[in-house]
């Protein structure tokens, strides 16, 4: 006698659960993907024409704004803020245009790790400076950012230099299709070569733990003046990324920060990180550097003033602060 056949259904109810539970917990972040896609619909209507070279050009600009996103991100999610991230992204990128002025394509291939590397000693050293000192981190940062850009017009007094062919080729192009831009899927592989096994270990649990609560983190036996040191020598790894993407995107090394910094904070508050820490990824701020970029694209479309774009990413900014501040006063009080 065989024991009856049970009935199979596609959708179990712990699998419903678990489906809603990701959806509530990504609901920010959903609400950002319809927002950027509202977006690119009215783009295709006042823009007609725009197409696949639209989105290459916005993959291009966008890239070192993202690198920069991410940067910031890591060291909001530990608690505390890097005002010098503009100023690392000029002066990686002056010393990159730099050296590779006479260079040949090998030897630019070591001076681009050689910028990497340099990228996380300043960033260590920003980090160093506040667990040595105890200084608020917006005030060391702030300090650095100053130290940093000096450096740069050092390197460079004007814009000068020049980039490897082999970087500037990875600027341009497609993959497989022309809707998908090289520059794109080369920033999103290396975010996701560093990003997605730093989430998964104890390192990055360290880095929400001490985001969170500093004391409780410690009880628990995280190093947190190592870990503080490690989210800005990681910062400071993005922040370079980010100053090859602009060698490779202008040819050149430009020593002027540029609006990098506050963008990038503007990206992670609008892509759903805590400023208070302990909260948050890198994909919203991602998709909130596409949502940024692309007003100012639509701005310059309807021709609107361009300084318009800085004045909307205010708004949108308070907002955002505003209704984040509104909800946890809601869950306190729940």
């Known amino acids: ?54 989105i290459q050009g916005l993959a291009v600009s966008a890239a070192a704004l993202v690198l920069a996103a991410v940067a910031q991100a890591i060291v909001v999610i530990s608690g505390g803020i890097d005002l010098s991230i ?3 992204i000029a002066f990686t990128n002056v010393v990159a245009a730099a050296a590779m002025l006479k260079a040949d394509d090998q030897t630019g291939v070591a001076i681009a790790i050689g910028v990497l590397l340099l990228g996380l000693l300043i960033g260590a050293v920003n980090g160093a400076l506040i667990v040595v000192t105890r200084v608020a981190d917006i005030i060391v940062t702030l300090a650095m950012s100053f130290v940093w850009a000096g450096c740069a ?33 080369l920033v999103l592989l290396v975010i996701a070569i560093i990003w997605i096994p730093l989430r998964r270990s104890r390192l990055g649990l360290s880095l929400y733990a001490i985001g969170s609560n500093q004391l409780a ?41 540029g609006g990098y910094t506050l963008t990038s904070v503007a990206a992670v508050v609008l892509g759903g990180v805590s400023l208070a820490g302990g909260r948050g990824g890198v994909v919203g701020p991602i998709i909130a550097v596409m949502i940024l970029s692309l007003i100012r694209t639509d701005m310059t479309f309807l021709n609107l003033n361009s300084n318009l774009a800085t004045v909307t990413q ?21």
């Not at 959708?11 to 990701?22: C, H, Q």
């Not at 950027?36 to 725009?50: D, E, G, S």
């Not at 004007?158 to 192009?173: I, N």
């Not at 205010?314 to 729940?334: E, K, P, Y």
């Open 314 to 334: 205010g708004v949108i900014l308070i907002v955002v602060v505003m209704f984040g501040s509104l909800a946890a006063l809601r869950r306190r009080r729940a």
């Open 217 to 257: 983190a410690f009880r628990s036996g995280v190093s947190v003046g190592r870990t503080k040191i490690i989210s800005y020598a990681l910062a400071g790894l993005f922040s370079a990324l980010a100053g090859l993407a602009v060698t490779a995107n202008t040819g050149i090394g430009t020593p002027l920060p």
């Open 153 to 185: 017009l050092l390197v460079l007094s004007v814009p000068g230099g020049q980039a490897d062919t082999w970087l500037t080729s990875l600027a341009s192009g497609s993959v497989l299709t022309e809707w998908l831009p090289k520059p794109a899927v």
């Open 86 to 88: 503009g100023a690392m």
């Open 1 to 54: 006698m065989t024991a009856a056949a049970q009935p199979v259904t596609s959708g179990s109810p712990d699998a419903m659960e678990a489906a809603g539970r990701a959806v509530r917990r990504n609901t920010w972040i959903l609400g950002l993907l319809v927002f950027l896609v509202a977006l690119l619909v009215f783009t295709k209507l006042i823009q007609p024409n725009y197409g696949p070279t639209g």
